[in-house]
């Protein structure tokens, strides 16, 4: 039984006002799967996640994003995370005055609406939220706190995998995770991201170092240079990345 | 790519949902400003000639006065000749006796307006006195009242029943002689609400004026007076609307708090007048005087104030801390959103020693609005130890409105403490995106972000209020952003 496919980008060619950054890039993902996107600094890896979420200012020139049978770039950024896409933000955002827990449960109950499914009350919700803030063993308060005000960086990254945990998407998109955060922050991360792996669900994990596939272990490793992906290969391929660096990955 | 890029800029008309007219016969006088007419008002509701006279002399004082040019909001001159001063709906046989007597179309408008105010059906654990143009409607729960010897009426009925106290209070924390609104409105003042709070009495619940402008051509000039004797308490709160019409309409209100010895006052505004349409046009200009007196030694006054509505909203509920200990509070949401203009912010006047003040005001400019606060805290040379903090912040959404701070500190001993905090934020894409990004839709994101920025004084709101407020906050901004 072939498994079903999640996410399939062909030829994609993007970029900011008349600058192209993504020049042809094509990747298909299924269900059950975790890739690995790596590459330097300024190749693209961020550009591609904020292109998949629908953040503003990107202009799509070519190629095409199907996500569950939809053209992904037809939707609204609100309509993509509804349909069970979602973005673990690189810098996730403050919003003071906005009470994480209400902020979480809003955000749940949209996607539950489009769904058709009920929307969970406070008791329901907070119930839902006891188990899952353990997994990421975060402190009970964060959830009295604003949303991301006055986080440290761990605890922000954190909380990006914790609302992740209760949003359930069916398309992960992990961008630099890791960047920021102490080893023992890392793994807690990585723990958590590795119990969250679903069967018919998906991760784009996207990071610039080896050291989180140590703890998140993929199904396949893409390296990315110039806006496209000049490499494909399983977990051994980062390997080989961070025993020669990315020059020599190049010049093959 | 998607849509939510052309975000912040386009604007599409917003609903007022209090812009219907009740159609009830009124009365007004001819359009015109003159002694005549004074005492005409006067002679209407049967004053004493004390009364008749101190309007007089604010009547004459007031036309000595230049028109003031410091503020900053805009408006064209207005011609106060073609002003009609008093209107009230045409009375049918003799006055009603009790609420359930008045006009149904009446009892129907602040059904409508989410007032109910007969017996049945009224608000629980609030007490409402209801504005109809120049006249005082009716008021709830007098009888219970009465009963701990609370005082709450209209400002007419104050004048005939409890002569002394009107005569000894009015005027005394805001003479005729302000400023020139001020003036105006002791001159032609109609109603208003009057409530006393005896010593020791804790108003078991919330007062509250609800004032409706209906008439057209016509202007509300009330004034409220509101005493706390020694160790009594209040809670007040004023709502407001006013009909869609495309004249500029002016409410010049007076108000005036005094707290004896260890009195507390709370006075909470949701102001939502008519604000025009998204061009401008129509809509209340809102000049209002609004100060406090805390008389007694640890006393306390708060005004809260959530303001969305009216074409120009122009008025500094302030506080004179006399008493020694006395605490004077200012909690205040400004929003404007279209064409509408904000001058807002409070007066601490240190008097006494230990006083203390605090100040958090939140402005929100969206549209081509253009909203300034303005403060003034001043520590006199008597005021020793006092203390003072003040914290102002203003969030722009969209590039085509304004925010402005104007804080003046006068210090005149060095006992005394002052802190003053100011920022500036621009509602932020990256805000909206993240808010996109977990499934809330963009009008739903700002709206959160707007009431997580408002919180602080959101929750100084009597509870039923914060909860409207809220939600008025909503339909103001709806469509600031697209």
């Known amino acids: ?252 | 790519m998607s849509t939510a890029t052309d975000t912040i800029e386009s604007l599409v008309k917003q609903e007022y949902k209090y812009g219907f007219v009740t159609d009830v016969e009124s009365e007004s006088t001819p359009p015109g400003l003159s002694e005549e007419t004074i005492r005409h008002i006067s002679a209407k509701k049967n004053e004493p000639a004390w009364l008749t006279d101190w309007r007089i002399k604010a009547f004459r004082y007031w036309q000595t006065m230049p028109e003031p040019t410091w503020q900053f909001v805009k408006y064209p001159k207005i011609d106060f000749q073609a002003i009609s001063y008093f209107s009230q709906p045409k009375p049918k046989g003799d006055a009603p006796k009790s609420l359930d007597e008045v006009d149904p179309k009446l009892l129907e408008t602040y059904e409508k307006l989410g007032i109910p105010l007969r017996e049945r059906g009224r608000l629980a654990g609030v007490a409402v006195d209801a504005i109809f143009d120049s006249v005082s409607v009716g008021t709830t729960y007098r009888e219970d009242l009465a009963k701990k010897g609370i005082i709450f009426c209209s400002f007419s009925e104050a004048v005939h029943a409890h002569p002394d106290l009107v005569k000894k209070y009015l005027g005394s924390v805001v003479p005729y002689t302000d400023n020139y609104y001020a003036a105006l409105n002791s001159a032609v003042f109609t109603d208003g609400s009057f409530c006393y709070i005896p010593k020791g009495v804790r108003c078991p619940m919330e007062l509250s004026t609800y004032f409706r402008i209906n008439a057209a051509k016509s202007g509300q000039f009330e004034r409220t007076l509101i005493i706390a004797d020694d160790g009594g308490q209040v809670s007040y709160l004023e709502g407001c609307t006013a009909p869609m019409r495309d004249e500029n309409q002016l409410h010049a209100a007076v108000v005036e708090l005094v707290a004896l010895e260890s009195a507390e006052i709370k006075y909470s505004t949701v102001q939502n007048w008519y604000p025009g349409d998204e061009n401008g046009v129509g809509g209340i200009y809102n000049f209002v005087t609004k100060r406090g007196l805390c008389k007694g030694k640890n006393s306390r006054i708060t005004w809260t104030q959530v303001e969305t509505g009216s074409a120009i909203t122009w008025k500094y509920p302030s506080c004179i801390l006399l008493g020694d200990g006395s605490k004077g509070e200012f909690y205040s949401v400004a929003v404007v959103n279209n064409m509408q203009q904000a001058d807002t912010g409070t007066k601490m006047i240190h008097i006494g020693k230990n006083t203390k003040s605090t100040i958090v005001s939140k402005g929100i400019s969206a549209g081509r609005g253009q909203n300034s606060y303005r403060g003034l805290v001043e520590i006199r040379k008597t005021a020793a130890n006092s203390r003072n903090f003040s914290q102002c912040d203003s969030m722009l959404i969209g590039a085509k409105c304004g925010a402005h701070t104007f804080p003046y500190i006068e210090v005149k001993n060095t006992s005394s403490s002052v802190e003053h905090e100011a920022s500036t934020s621009k509602i932020g894409e990256d805000q909206i995106f993240y808010c996109n990004s977990r499934g809330l839709s963009t009008q739903d994101a700002v709206n959160m972000i707007v009431n997580g920025f408002c919180k602080e004084v959101f929750k100084e709101l009597p509870m039923e209020f914060a909860v409207e407020a809220q939600k008025l906050l909503g339909v103001s901004l709806e469509g600031s952003v697209g």
């Open chain 1, 1 to 252: 039984m072939s498994k079903q496919t999640i996410l399939e980008i062909k030829n994609l060619h993007a970029g900011v006002e008349t600058k192209p950054i993504l020049k042809g890039f094509s990747l298909s993902i299924n269900a059950g799967e975790v890739h690995a996107l790596m590459g330097l600094n300024g190749s693209g890896k961020s550009t591609l996640a904020a292109i998949l979420a629908g953040r503003a200012g990107y202009e799509v020139t070519a190629g095409t994003v199907n996500y569950l049978g939809q053209d992904l770039l037809d939707l609204d950024p609100e309509e993509r995370a509804r349909a069970g896409v979602f973005l673990a933000f690189q810098y996730p955002v403050e919003i003071p005055g906005v009470n994480s827990t209400y902020f979480l449960k809003a955000a749940l109950n949209e996607i539950r609406k489009s769904k058709g499914q009920p929307e969970l009350d406070a008791i329901e919700f907070l119930e839902l939220v006891k188990d899952k803030i353990k997994l990421l063993e975060l402190k009970d308060d964060l959830l009295r706190r604003s949303v991301n005000e006055g986080f440290s960086g761990g605890e922000k990254k954190r909380n990006e995998i914790f609302q992740m945990a209760v949003l359930e998407p069916r398309l992960a998109i992990l961008d630099e995770t890791d960047s920021g955060l102490d080893i023992d922050a890392l793994k807690i991360v990585a723990g958590g991201v590795n119990k969250l792996k679903r069967a018919d669900s998906a991760q784009l994990v996207i990071t610039h170092y080896q050291r989180l596939l140590n703890y998140i272990v993929p199904d396949f490793v893409h390296v990315m240079a110039d806006g496209k992906i000049v490499k494909s290969g399983g977990k051994e391929l980062a390997l080989e990345l961070e025993a020669n660096g990315y020059e020599a990955i190049l010049k093959q």
